[in-house]
């Protein structure tokens, strides 16, 4: 009998097992669940773990049984047996199936008879830095820096997998996210030049350093341009103060992309599109070994997508590609290489007043959602991003890991447009924004796990250090007074008459700023039900900013101490209870053009009390939190005087609820409500005190479902309703003292397998064609109705 260990997707048998004909299985369960599997030929061991993650069912199987075997390609609507029996054909092995329901793979001459013996197994291989197949993610890496389940990580996390973005058709990173509890954007209007987002009410945008790429700071800028959702496996958004594992962050939390890694199963998939607006985009996914070994492998994908928008004279253009590289000489050690190259051709909607939108009762003609206010050849946002790093790890044993990343970013802007003034009758005043933009940044993090068990305890000990630095550079012409406004516009005509010469003066900075940390985590698990979460940190930053407008240079330092403390209770029926304690650090690392001083760091601390139901063999979890989180010292732009601002305090309270389920072979869902009471405390204006936070609507609520038909007779055959419900917010009262009428929005989506190549779908966004508005210190127009058609083909 052979005594090695069973490979993941096996399970602890101590039973003896006889042999069971897939034959026999079929006839004694014909109701057995059909799914519908698109698996490429490949890795063996892979495709059985695709196979039993998608079917729910235990796989068991050996590793030296199925090392370097490739498997047939899987496809069709099949039983888990079905699926496993096309997977195996000419590999040598054949299916039994245990008497507990277990497929188990052998090979063809062996006899299986497993007695008494300590085989260890887990439940499945999902990683928290890989793929996930479905939409129920277990395991994630934002919330501890270490690869650890969900159901132990004792503070709010939702994470969106690739399965579900290829579900929507995500264009956005804001598309993406937009199920998400807690999660706000502005329409894409926005949000296709900027990562820019509101966790619990507060500000978690590129900016606020906030957005992260595989577990590191990116960029330097709100506007240095948007992620490509195109390239990432998942998503994973902490919410709440976090800076104790990654120091100067929001309040409001973090989100974290994690990008598609080279595949050790063989990938190839192309696709176009065609839709609305005269959109036209092409996507390729290739990956896979490099070698018989398995030793190198890679990955490759990319976008080129040439589209017009809902406003005329806006395009909606993109060119991405992102090449990665693995070597993994052994189980012990990996280097990973990743990179992207990424082009925006696009525009900026102009923000506007509230009184210049349909939707203000003032009389006068008003700017529509279609209207393009600008000037034909010199509104532009045209925007480079190239990233290039690598990561490496290595096991010195079973319990001592060390890992190493390091990258660089760097992102040219230019960014030209005319920003609506004043309306008088039909005429509209504009003003000059001139802007040429250039950011780096050097970021790396370092760190060694050390896991020690001792009896009815274990320790799992996350020491390390990270370092960010960065440099902004922003060149701005804006116009400021009369006599710099730009031509006027008649909009009974729309008549565009050209520019002329900017007048406006330099109004831009230089900033160059250095961030390190040092910090200390102990997850510490008592008889496998108490887990205890400690973590320290302590952080230096320094910063120098350099205004162009009186040549005057600032320098700032800031040191500060964060921590966190949780603790969580694992029962067996899958339920988790937690209660944790955060807080977070962010520099305010800007300045006011023309005006000396710097201001005070951002800080913020948040009580949260929670709860996970994960049901044991199940595919679904359900989470609900009940959080306090307070900010002092926030910033704030203010669009009229093209000034930042501090004031003194403010507060979000609220409940986030969400559930994910792969409920059976053929429906899956996702929901989530989020309740938010985000007020100022303390303001530098007194009226302020008491209002609600800008733009965070007191309820949001969403909904997506996929369902296949296949017990309809139409097993190629998926449908996929969304809903999107946003409550009323309110804006500045230099903006309207009104508030912002709530809505929702409606998503679909229909997809057909002609075979196991070739997919035929169609992508409908708000497909009410709903009417609504934004407005967060300005304001901008919804998307209309758009549907998109596409055809893709794997092999």
């Known amino acids: 009998?052979?005594?090695?260990?069973?490979?993941?997707?096996?399970?602890?048998?101590?039973?003896?097992?006889?042999?069971?004909?897939?034959?026999?299985?079929?006839?004694?369960?014909?109701?057995?669940?059909?799914?519908?599997?698109?698996?490429?030929?490949?890795?063996?061991?892979?495709?059985?773990?695709?196979?039993?993650?998608?079917?729910?069912?235990?796989?068991?199987?050996?590793?030296?049984?199925?090392?370097?075997?490739?498997?047939?390609?899987?496809?069709?609507?099949?039983?888990?047996?079905?699926?496993?029996?096309?997977?195996?054909?000419?590999?040598?092995?054949?299916?039994?199936?245990?008497?507990?329901?277990?497929?188990?793979?052998?090979?063809?001459?062996?006899?299986?008879?497993?007695?008494?013996?300590?085989?260890?197994?887990?439940?499945?291989?999902?990683?928290?830095?890989?793929?996930?197949?479905?939409?129920?993610?277990?395991?994630?890496?934002?919330?501890?820096?270490?690869?650890?389940?969900?159901?132990?990580?004792?503070?709010?996390?939702?994470?969106?997998?690739?399965?579900?973005?290829?579900?929507?058709?995500?264009?956005?990173?804001?598309?993406?996210?937009?199920?998400?509890?807690?999660?706000?954007?502005?329409?894409?209007?926005?949000?296709?030049?900027?990562?820019?987002?509101?966790?619990?009410?507060?500000?978690?945008?590129?900016?606020?350093?906030?957005?992260?790429?595989?577990?590191?700071?990116?960029?330097?800028?709100?506007?240095?341009?948007?992620?490509?959702?195109?390239?990432?496996?998942?998503?994973?958004?902490?919410?709440?103060?976090?800076?104790?594992?990654y120091g100067q962050l929001s309040p409001g939390g973090l989100i974290n992309a994690?990008?598609?890694?080279?595949?050790?199963?063989?990938?190839?998939?192309?696709?176009?599109?065609?839709?609305?607006?005269?959109?036209?985009?092409?996507?390729?996914?290739?990956?896979?070994?490099?070698?018989?070994?398995?030793?190198?492998?890679?990955?490759?994908?990319?976008?080129?997508?040439?589209?017009?928008?809902?406003?005329?004279?806006?395009?909606?253009?993109?060119?991405?590609?992102?090449?990665?590289?693995?070597?993994?000489?052994?189980?012990?050690?990996?280097?990973?290489?990743?990179?992207?190259?990424?082009?925006?051709?696009t525009g900026l909607t102009p923000p506007l007043t509230y009184a210049m939108t349909t939707y203000s009762t003032q009389p006068g003609p008003k700017i529509g959602p279609d209207d393009f206010v600008g000037e034909p050849g010199y509104d532009h946002f045209n925007s480079r991003i190239d990233i290039l790093g690598y990561m490496f790890e290595h096991s010195l044993s079973d319990t001592l890991k060390v890992r190493h990343a390091l990258r660089y970013y760097q992102s040219n802007v230019s960014w030209n447009y005319l920003l609506p003034y004043t309306l008088t009758g039909n005429t509209l005043t504009r003003r000059y924004s001139e802007r040429d933009e250039h950011s780096t940044g050097w970021t790396t993090d370092n760190n060694v796990e050390w896991t020690i068990e001792s009896?009815?305890?274990?320790?799992?000990?996350?020491?390390?250090?990270?370092?960010?630095?960065?440099?902004?550079?922003?060149?701005?012409?804006?116009?400021?007074?009369?006599?710099?406004?730009?031509?006027?516009?008649?909009?009974?005509?729309?008549?565009?008459?050209?520019?002329?010469?900017?007048?406006?003066?330099?109004?831009?900075?230089?900033?160059?700023?250095?961030?390190?940390?040092?910090?200390?985590?102990?997850?510490?698990?008592?008889?496998?039900?108490?887990?205890?979460?400690?973590?320290?940190?302590?952080?230096?930053?320094?910063?120098?900013?350099?205004?162009?407008?009186?040549?005057?240079?600032?320098?700032?330092?800031?040191?500060?101490?964060t921590g966190r403390v949780a603790l969580l209770y694992l029962f067996d029926n899958g339920i988790a209870p937690y209660v944790s304690y955060s807080q977070s650090f962010q520099p305010a690392d800007v300045a006011n053009p023309g005006v000396a001083g710097t201001f005070d760091p951002i800080e913020g601390e948040q009580y949260e009390v929670g709860i996970r139901y994960q049901p044991p063999g199940g595919n679904t979890l359900l989470s609900a939190a009940l959080y306090s989180l307070t900010q002092t010292n926030a910033i704030t732009y203010d669009a009229l005087t093209a000034q930042y601002e501090q004031y003194g305090k403010s507060r979000s309270k609220g409940v986030e609820l969400e559930a994910k389920t792969q409920w059976t072979d053929n429906l899956s869902m996702t929901a989530a409500y989020t309740y938010t009471d985000a007020h100022v405390l303390e303001d530098n204006v007194v009226s302020n005190v008491g209002k609600r936070l800008e733009g965070v609507p007191y309820h949001n609520a969403s909904f997506w479902t996929d369902y296949g038909l296949a017990e309809f007779g139409l097993p190629q055959l998926k449908i996929g309703l969304g809903a999107l419900y946003t409550g009323t917010t309110r804006t500045s009262p230099l903006i309207t003292d009104r508030k912002i009428p709530a809505y929702s929005r409606f998503d679909a989506r229909i997809s057909y397998d002609i075979d196991e190549h070739w997919q035929l779908t169609a992508k409908a966004q708000n497909l009410t064609n709903e009417s609504y508005l934004s407005c967060s210190t300005s304001c901008r127009y919804g998307d209309e109705r758009s549907v998109i058609g596409a055809v893709s083909y794997q092999w």
């Open 258 to 345: 994690v990008s598609k890694r080279a595949s050790a199963t063989p990938l190839h998939q192309v696709s176009a599109e065609y839709g609305s607006h005269n959109r036209k985009q092409y996507t390729f996914d290739l990956g896979g070994p490099l070698d018989d070994q398995g030793e190198f492998s890679y990955r490759l994908n990319g976008l080129w997508r040439d589209a017009d928008t809902q406003v005329d004279h806006i395009r909606d253009d993109k060119r991405f590609i992102a090449p990665a590289f693995t070597w993994k000489p052994n189980e012990d050690t990996s280097l990973t290489i990743l990179a992207s190259h990424t082009e925006a051709l």
């Open 455 to 561: 009896g009815r305890w274990r320790h799992t000990l996350l020491a390390g250090a990270d370092y960010y630095h960065k440099t902004y550079d922003t060149h701005r012409h804006i116009s400021a007074t009369v006599a710099q406004l730009a031509p006027s516009l008649d909009l009974s005509r729309f008549a565009y008459t050209g520019v002329g010469p900017n007048t406006a003066p330099e109004s831009g900075w230089e900033i160059h700023s250095r961030q390190a940390g040092i910090y200390l985590q102990d997850q510490i698990t008592f008889d496998d039900r108490w887990v205890l979460l400690l973590g320290g940190r302590q952080d230096w930053a320094e910063s120098r900013n350099y205004s162009f407008a009186n040549q005057t240079r600032t320098p700032r330092s800031d040191q500060k101490a």
């Open 1 to 245: 009998m052979r005594s090695q260990l069973l490979c993941p997707l096996a399970i602890a048998i101590s039973v003896l097992v006889a042999p069971v004909s897939i034959t026999h299985a079929a006839q004694a369960d014909p109701a057995a669940a059909l799914h519908a599997y698109a698996l490429p030929a490949g890795s063996l061991e892979s495709t059985l773990i695709a196979i039993g993650q998608l079917s729910g069912r235990q796989v068991v199987f050996l590793p030296d049984d199925v090392k370097g075997r490739q498997a047939h390609k899987v496809s069709g609507t099949l039983t888990a047996e079905q699926a496993v029996e096309q997977a195996l054909q000419g590999s040598g092995l054949s299916l039994l199936i245990s008497g507990s329901g277990a497929l188990t793979v052998q090979p063809d001459s062996d006899v299986l008879t497993l007695g008494v013996s300590n085989i260890n197994a887990v439940a499945d291989e999902e990683s928290a830095y890989g793929p996930v197949y479905g939409y129920v993610a277990k395991r994630a890496a934002s919330g501890t820096k270490t690869d650890t389940p969900l159901i132990e990580t004792p503070q709010s996390i939702s994470v969106v997998t690739r399965t579900e973005m290829d579900a929507r058709k995500s264009d956005t990173l804001a598309d993406a996210l937009g199920y998400t509890p807690g999660f706000v954007s502005q329409p894409n209007g926005f949000s296709r030049v900027a990562d820019d987002y509101t966790l619990r009410g507060f500000n978690v945008g590129s900016g606020t350093g906030g957005m992260l790429l595989d577990g590191m700071k990116l960029q330097s800028s709100v506007y240095d341009g948007g992620i490509e959702p195109f390239g990432l496996e998942r998503v994973e958004v902490l919410k709440g103060a976090s800076s104790v594992l």
